[in-house]
C-alpha cells in the first residue's frame, strides 16, 4: 500500500476540518474522506458523514478526538485498523508506542503535527513513524505536503515541534493581537491599529520566507542606526526579554505534551 485513496477522520473538529479543507483544495477527490463525528452538523460536498462507525478496513484512519478520548475510540477504531492500514494520529502527547498498543494489527503508524494554516496549504506537518517502508514513507510526505510543508522527526523532539509549529500560531496570534492593542491604546482607531498589524505581520512573513537571509538578520536591516526600529528593538532586545518570554512559553507547552503523554501511557 503507497496510495491513501480512503481515509477515515475519526472526529474532526477545528484541526481535522483545516487538514481536510486543505486536501480537498489540493484536489483529492471528496469520496476518498469518511468521516465518524456524532457533534459534525455536516460535511464538505462528496464526503461521507457518518454518525457510527463503518465496516471494512481505510488505507489510512486519522485520529482527529482530544487525546484524553483515545481510550473511549480505540475499541471502535482498532477493528477498521487491518494489516495494510495506516495510523495517524493529531492526538498531543500520545505515543507511536501507545498507538501501537490500541492498534496492533495496523500496518504503521504516524503522528502528524500541523496547524490551523493547513487549510490553507500553508502548515508546516511534522511527522514521526514506526512500521512504514521508504515508499509508504514518500506517499505519506506526499499526501501531508499537501497541506503545506512536511517534514519528518525524531519522535523524541516530538513534544517541542508541537509547541513551535503547532501551538505557534496562538502565539503568534497573541502577538499581533498586542501590536494591535498597543497602536490603539497609543491612539490608532482599534480597527486601523488591527488591519495595520495583520498587513505588516502578512507581509514581513512573506518576505522572511523567501529571503535568504535569517529573520535575526532582516531585523538588523531593517534598524537603521539611531532610527524608530532600532529604538523599538531596544526594548524588546533588553535582558533578552522577548527571547526568554518566547523560550519560557514553549517550554509550558513542550511540558505540557510530555504530561499528556504520561496520561497516555498510563489510560488502558
Request: with cysteine; hydrophobic share 50%; net charge negative.
Amino acid at each position: 500500500m503507497t496510495d491513501f485513496n480512503s481515509i477515515l477522520l475519526v472526529g474532526c473538529g477545528n484541526m481535522g476540518g483545516a487538514m481536510l479543507r486543505g486536501w480537498l483544495a489540493s484536489g483529492i477527490a471528496p469520496a476518498s474522506f469518511t468521516i465518524v463525528d456524532p457533534q459534525l452538523d455536516s460535511a464538505p460536498q462528496g464526503v461521507t458523514l457518518l454518525r457510527d462507525y463503518p465496516q471494512g478496513a481505510f488505507d489510512a484512519i486519522l485520529l482527529g478526538v482530544k487525546p484524553q478520548m483515545l481510550d473511549a475510540v480505540a475499541g471502535d477504531v482498532a477493528p477498521l485498523a487491518g494489516k495494510d492500514t495506516v495510523i495517524l494520529s493529531m492526538l498531543a502527547g500520545v505515543e507511536l508506542d501507545t498507538l501501537q498498543a490500541r492498534f496492533p494489527a495496523a500496518k504503521g503508524y504516524v503522528r502528524v503535527m500541523p496547524n490551523l494554516a493547513a487549510s490553507l496549504g500553508k502548515s508546516p506537518v511534522g511527522m514521526a513513524e514506526s512500521g512504514l517502508d521508504d515508499a509508504q514513507r514518500d506517499a505519506l510526505a506526499a499526501l501531508m505536503d499537501r497541506l503545506g510543508a512536511a517534514e519528518w522527526i525524531a519522535e523524541a523532539q516530538f513534544n517541542l515541534v508541537t509547541a513551535l509549529a503547532g501551538s505557534g500560531p496562538g502565539f503568534v496570534y497573541r502577538f499581533i493581537d498586542a501590536l494591535a492593542a498597543g497602536g490603539a491604546n497609543l491612539g490608532l482607531p482599534p480597527e486601523t491599529a488591527q488591519r495595520l498589524a495583520l498587513a505588516m505581520v502578512e507581509g514581513a512573513s512573506a518576505l522572511a520566507a523567501q529571503s535568504a537571509d535569517s529573520p535575526a538578520i532582516l531585523a538588523q536591516r531593517v534598524a537603521s542606526p539611531g532610527g524608530t526600529t532600532e529604538a523599538g528593538l531596544k526594548v524588546l532586545d533588553d535582558g533578552a526579554a522577548m527571547a526568554r518570554l518566547v523560550e519560557e512559553t514553549l517550554r509550558a507547552a513542550r511540558d505540557r505534551g510530555e504530561e499528556l503523554a504520561e496520561m497516555a501511557r498510563n489510560q488502558g
